[in-house]
């Protein structure tokens, strides 16, 4: 697609559900990544996805968080059992093929745990 | 490990005001650095990059020049516009080669017509 494209764009969901956020990055696009956006806390890096594979995955804040990337191209991200500090912004960024190095995102999925 | 310092906003300017948010960094070997830009209810844009010192990045009037000796990024306007209001980012690349991005804390800017 022309830019990173992310879904749902809003979720509230009741503590203690699980939650999906999918992700679709530029074709062509190798490499992958998952940020969180909280109030008072920046931009936090949680995953790195080169191809299907995920070589760093040092930001994920605990074992609740996981995600996955199939054939290359669309990601998951899945948060168990969510608690209400998991509420923020979740960010895709891609980046790869001809657009280099640059990384671009998504417009992100608003998480609400309630 | 690498990190990035920004000024603490909110910066508020008049309309045709100089603008300067400071970024200095900590990194090992040789990062690219960013500027992102977050307008009210979008997402983050990448507004221009460096990737070697001396480099300078530059966009829509906006400046930003690598500075090894101080590890520094800082981000120039020299008149701003209401439309300019937005949250900016400082950010570097990671070492190694994931190529992620470490940004710093955000700095916000009004500016007032």
């Known amino acids: 697609g022309a830019g990173v494209s992310q879904s749902p764009s809003n979720k509230v969901t009741e503590k203690g559900k699980d939650v999906e956020l999918r992700c679709d990055p530029i074709?062509?696009?190798?490499?992958l990544y998952w940020y969180r956006q909280s109030l008072g806390q920046g931009l936090e890096f949680l995953i790195y996805f080169q191809g299907n594979s995920a070589p760093d995955k040092s930001g994920l804040p605990s074992d609740r968080f996981s995600a996955e990337r199939t054939g290359g191209s669309v990601s998951t991200l899945t948060i168990q059992r969510t608690q209400q500090e998991d509420s923020a912004v979740y960010l895709c960024a891609s980046s790869g093929g001809i657009s280099g190095n640059t990384i671009y995102f998504g417009e992100g999925s608003w998480l609400t745990v309630v | 490990g690498n990190s990035v310092t920004q000024m603490e906003g909110p910066v508020t300017l008049s309309e045709e005001a100089f603008l300067t948010i400071n970024c200095t960094y900590t990194a090992t070997g040789y990062p690219s650095l960013f500027w992102y830009v977050q307008y009210p209810g979008e997402g983050l844009q990448l507004l221009l990059k460096?990737?070697?010192?001396?480099d300078k990045g530059s966009n829509k009037g906006f400046e930003a020049t690598y500075r090894k000796e101080t590890t520094s990024f800082h981000l120039e306007k020299g008149s701003v516009q209401v439309s300019d209001s937005a949250v900016y980012f400082c950010a570097l690349s990671g070492s190694g080669n994931t190529g992620k991005l470490i940004f710093g804390q955000g700095t916000t800017l009004q500016v007032k017509p």
């Open positions: 460096a990737t070697k010192a001396d």
């Open positions: 074709s062509g696009h190798t490499a």
